[in-house]
């Protein structure tokens, strides 16, 4: 197992198209997290999945933005149309839930997009 | 709702020297508290946990911290600084929220280490 993989490490686009992320968890992993990290700030908390449910997203979240972990392993995460202010860094993290113990989230390298 | 704040997004030590990254939360319960470290490009790798137990808690590459709940501080030391361990630094904090951890970041600490 080589960790929480994602891709592509960096992306370029320019205002107004769509991109779409990806992430690999760790395989046996059932929870799955994306953040958004800008520059001089700590990551927040955009959504998360435990398999293929889609539990709680933040009002960071705009209706642009849409993630899918279509048969809970590897997850997606579309931002269409986009701006200028969605330049920052995407990392993803995956947990193993195992009830009321606290799960270790592990974060992948993270995709920087950058909007020009 | 529980929030973190890093003191200082800016530390420098010479090599050799102690380091001391300064963390506070606030937090409703009981908190969960860690510190992680991100190399330039890299995603974050924990260094070092507390859930419960002993207050002070040590990590990986010497790295330890000590949780006072009197003081809402979980500030991370080294005794002796390396050069490898230059690097940002967050801290986060945890609640349980809607049946899972929800995890809030610190701003983060960049650390210089000077040779």
Redesign the interface.
Known sequence: DTGVSQNPRHKITKRGQNVTFRCDPISEHNRLYWYRQTLGQGPEFLTYFQNEAQLEKSRLLSDRFSAERPKGSFSTLEIQRTEQGDSAMYLCASSLARGAVYNEQFFGPGTRLTVL | AQS?TQLG?HVSVSEGALVLLRCNYSSSVPP?LFW?VQYP??????LL?Y?TGATLVKGINGFEAEFKKSETSFHLTKPSAHMSDAAEY?C?V?E?????????????TKLQVIP
């Open positions: 973190v997004s969960y992680y490009n890299q995603g974050l790798q924990l946990k859930t967050f986060a945890s349980k929220s809607g049946g899972y951890q929800k995890v809030t970041f610190g701003i983060g």
